[in-house]
Nanobody, 127 residues
Framework: VQLQASGGGLVQAGGSLRLSCAASGRTLSTYSMGWFRQAPGKKREFVATISWIGGTTYYSDSVKGRFTISRDDAKNTWHLQMSSLKPEDTATYYC?????????????????????WGKGTQVTVSS
């Protein structure tokens, strides 16, 4: 499975960006998908995930209410709509996926728990 993230860029505080992740090599309809981020000098952290059953979504407290994760199984893609961006959202954003039956909320919230990772896309929010 190969994951390709896109959509990052430079945006002013208060602006919006939409990240996309395209998967190839396997259909991921039974996978949970997610977004993580890592700022310079910091650990990778969980941002959002979406389950394969019912599309249940989970968010970190820092992005809840501002970010929305969604998936399009027909296109083997998922997205992260980011609004009201803040300078502290500046980071490299990674998309990731794991078979649904292997999903561990604890591992995900520690910044891991995924089997497949994309290479990342840079998001920079200026103040």
């Amino acid at each position: 499975v190969q994951l390709q993230a896109s959509g990052g860029g430079l945006v002013q505080a208060g602006g919006s960006l939409r990240l996309s992740c395209a998967a190839s090599g396997r259909t991921l309809s039974t996978y949970s998908m997610g977004w993580f981020r890592q700022a310079p000098g910091k650990k990778r952290e969980f941002v959002a995930t979406i389950s394969w059953i019912g599309g249940t979504t989970y968010y970190s407290d820092s992005v809840k209410g501002r970010f929305t994760i969604s998936r399009d199984d027909a296109k083997n893609t998922w997205h992260l709509q980011m609004s009201s961006l803040k300078p502290e959202d500046t980071a490299t954003y990674y998309c990731a996926a794991v078979p649904g039956e292997h999903y561990s909320d604890y591992d995900v919230r520690q910044g891991g728990g995924m089997d497949y990772w994309g290479k990342g896309t840079q998001v920079t929010v200026s103040s």
